[in-house]
């Protein structure tokens, strides 16, 4: 997951690099708005954009505006000092998907971000498929060939992160990031135990073996 932090607060920056970063989140900083705008147009752009309203060169709202107006469509959260009722609106207005003003907390900082990121996986790809193997997230239905599967809420949302990562490891911590919320103890087995279930519906009837562990680091759904 990586995120563009456009802040030209020195302090409050390094704050912010050490916290998203200790979350999972790749962070590049930057601290002027046309540089924010360049690196989002890039050929390998960011998820998710965190803009400071009030950055020099070009103001946040102003980057947001027109990244829009170029098609652009990466999540945007902006923190600003700003907190009345119509410094929302045209937050919004401006193309902003969501608005956290100063001061802030962290955890609620990291759970928007969170969810402007499931938000925009979901929207770029509502049904993956994998062989025989079918998610749909907008259904939340499970299917192999032509067999229709039953997951629970948690299962189907574990083995939809995987799915949409398929080929790559899924930490531990990013499960229970996306799909806990960050809400149980990493030392926990829960999510054993539910990656068992999902195995046990999965792929098990089917003669097949598609979710890896990867001793130390994670969990890897297989491309067929």
């Known amino acids: 997951m990586r995120l563009l932090l456009a802040e030209d607060d020195p302090r409050l920056a390094a704050i912010l690099v050490q916290a998203l970063g200790e979350a999972g989140w790749a962070v590049e900083a930057v601290a002027d708005g046309r ?27 102003t980057v947001c505006r027109r990244l829009r107006a170029m098609g652009v469509t990466i999540p945007v959260l902006v923190l ?19 608005y956290l003003p100063k001061p802030f907390d962290l955890d609620e900082l990291l759970a928007r971000l969170r969810a402007l990121h499931r938000r925009a996986a979901y929207d770029q790809q509502p049904v993956v498929t994998l062989g025989d193997l079918v998610v749909d997230f907008g259904a939340r239905q499970v299917r192999r060939g032509a067999v229709d599967i039953e997951l629970s809420a948690r299962e189907f949302d574990i083995l939809w992160l995987l799915a949409t990562h ?17 809400d149980t103890d990493l030392r926990s087995n829960v999510i054993d135990v539910h ?9 098990r009837p089917f003669g097949t073996s598609t979710i890896t562990t990867v001793r130390g680091a ?7």
Request: proline residues 5%; hydrophobic residues 45%.
């Open 35 to 61: 540089e924010a705008y360049a690196r989002a147009l890039a050929e390998d752009p960011p998820d998710l954009l965190l803009l400071d309203w009030m950055l020099p060169g070009l103001d946040g709202l």
């Open 80 to 98: 600003t000092a700003r907190a009345a009722v119509t410094d929302r609106i045209s937050g919004l207005d401006a193309g902003a998907d969501d």
């Open 166 to 182: 398929a080929g790559s490891v899924v930490s531990r911590f990013t499960i229970l990031d996306e799909v806990w919320d960050g």
């Open 195 to 203: 990656l068992a279930a999902i195995r046990a519906k999965v792929d």
């Open 218 to 224: 994670g969990y890897r759904l297989e491309q067929p």
